[in-house]
């Protein structure tokens, strides 16, 4: 059966900190994995990681894919707070439906 | 900008009511996708549709239906709405698998 797992659940930080989200996966034919920040509405879009790119950034933001370990991780540096929000992961089940399948969700909290 | 749009933010509605959730996207986007979103179970897929009146089954469909009469509009409809259907409705569009989805804001459905 296929799975996205996420790891912490939840995690409390303070301002400053460096955070590392992980996700992992057991999915057949993997074609892509995704990150999203959610906060009160809808999740937006941070990152696409497929087996040709498999490693972005944007600010303080990384994410970098392990295909050999099936999973992946988003680093946040020098936190804020308003970084404070659910990070989904979510990875294309089968190769060309667009399906995802998501994980639950690590909620971070950055307090000031 | 991209939008997708969902018609109610919150809605509460009685056991046993027809409801009908509705949502549109302005960008041409071919795919269309209802999830639920839970507490500690993430996002599951309800329906989706490739096209203009095509509809398929995701994960958890059952007392549930769809419509896409047009191709931007696609309707979640609650046949008989129950109390374990209270939860957040997301509704989200994709052009194809390059980019992931863009979500709606969500709907926030309580049964009583």
């Known amino acids: 059966e296929d799975k996205v797992v996420q790891s912490p659940l939840s995690l409390v930080v303070h301002e400053g900190d460096t955070v590392t989200l992980n996700c992992s996966y057991e999915v057949t034919n993997f074609r892509s994995l995704l990150w999203y920040k959610q906060e009160k509405k809808a999740p937006t879009f941070l990152f696409m990681l497929?087996?040709?790119?498999i490693e972005k950034k944007s600010g303080r933001l990384s994410s970098i894919l392990d295909k050999k370990e099936l999973s992946s991780i988003l680093n946040i540096t020098a936190t804020q707070t308003g970084d404070s929000a659910i990070y989904l992961c979510?990875?294309?089940?089968?190769?060309?439906?667009?399906?995802?399948?998501f994980g639950t969700g690590t909620r971070l909290k950055v307090l000031a | 900008d991209v939008k997708v749009t969902q018609s109610s933010r919150y809605l509460v509605k009685r056991t046993g009511e027809k409801v009908f959730l509705e949502c549109v996207q302005d960008m041409d986007h071919e795919n269309m996708f209802w999830y639920r979103q839970d507490p500690g179970l993430g996002l599951r897929l309800i329906y989706f549709s490739y096209d203009v009146k095509m509809k398929e089954k995701g994960d958890i469909p059952e007392g549930y239906s769809v419509s896409r009469e047009k191709k931007e509009r696609f309707s979640l409809i609650l046949e008989s709405a129950s109390t374990n259907q209270t939860s957040m409705y997301l509704c989200a569009s994709s052009l194809d698998g390059n980019y992931g989805y863009t979500f709606g804001s969500g709907t926030r459905l309580t049964v009583v």
């Open positions: 497929t087996s040709s790119g």
């Open positions: 979510a990875v294309e089940r089968k190769s060309g439906t667009y399906k995802y399948i």
